[in-house]
């Protein structure tokens, strides 16, 4: 059964970081990819950023690309996203997910978290 645990939400003023992780188990060599996604209220969710867990290679949306890093720790089985600089329009309910089957930034994913929060006021 494969489980994604998310951690590391919470409350910043703008300017600041987070970091979260994606603590995954279950998970299969054929699940080579995993990614961050975000769903602001009243908003469809969106690609933050994607990691192929095999090669390393990594991917962002333009929104973040040069605040966000996304990075993983095999032996942990853990994927984190380091967000720097953030903005009040990074306010959103942050997902993980696994096993992509389309575009790394699609929501074409097998496996998703449950969330965890993420607040930046100005």
């Known amino acids: 059964q494969v489980r994604l645990v998310e951690s590391g939400g919470g409350s910043v003023q703008a300017g600041g970081s987070l970091r979260l992780s994606c603590a995954a188990s279950?998970?299969?060599?054929?699940?080579?990819?995993m990614a961050w996604f975000r769903q602001a209220p009243g908003k469809g969710r969106e690609g933050v950023a994607a990691?192929?867990?095999?090669?390393?290679?990594?991917y962002y949306a333009g929104s973040v690309r040069g605040r966000f890093t996304i990075s993983q720790d095999n032996a942990k089985n853990t994927v984190y996203l380091q967000m720097n600089s953030l903005k009040p329009e990074d306010t959103a309910m942050y997902y993980c997910a696994a096993g992509s089957i389309g575009l790394p930034l699609s929501e074409n994913y097998n496996y998703w978290g449950q969330g965890t929060q993420v607040i930046v006021s100005s």
């Open positions: 279950g998970l299969t060599s054929s699940s080579n990819r």
């Open positions: 990691i192929n867990t095999s090669g390393g290679g990594t």
